[in-house]
C-alpha cells in the first residue's frame, strides 16, 4: 500500500475505493478514469508491463468479450501500473500472461489440442488452455 500511495502522490492522484487485491497485488480506482494496481514481486510487475505494451503495438482492445483497460503509465520503482477503467467484462491482468510461446507449465496435451485452433496471422491471441491465452507477435 506504501508504494501504491507514493505512486498516487507523485502523479498527484486521489485513491478512490479498492478494485480488488489478490496473489499478485491491489488495484484501487483513483480519482480520475483510471485505476492503479500494484504488484507484490518485480517479475510479476516486469512481465504484466510487457505484455501491455504489446497489446499496444498491436491495438488489441478486447480479447473475445473481455475489454483491455489501456497501459497509461508504469513505475518500476514503485512497481505500479496505471491503466484506463473498462467496462465489465474485463480481462484481470496479464501478470501470467505468456508472449510469443506457452508457459512451460502447460502440459504437451495442451499445445497440441490448441496448436491450430486460431492463426496468430488472424488473430493476435492463441488460447494456449483453459482461460489463457498467449499474444502473438
Known sequence: MRRLKA???SRRLILRSRLGFGQDGIVY????????????H??????????????A???????GRFAIPKLIDADAENRVIEMSVVRRPFVLGFSAAGLDRFDNDWSQDCRVENHNETSPRR???RKSGRRSYVLHG
Not at 480506482?29 to 507484490?40: G, I, V
Not at 518485480?42 to 497489446?55: A, H, P, S
Open 29 to 40: 480506482q483513483t480519482d480520475l478514469p483510471s485505476a492503479l494496481k500494484a504488484f507484490k
Open 42 to 55: 518485480r517479475e510479476l510487475f516486469d512481465r504484466e508491463v510487457r505484455v501491455y505494451e504489446r497489446i
Open 57 to 63: 503495438r498491436k491495438r488489441v482492445t478486447h480479447v
Open 7 to 9: 505512486y498516487a502522490e
Open 123 to 125: 488473430q493476435p491471441w
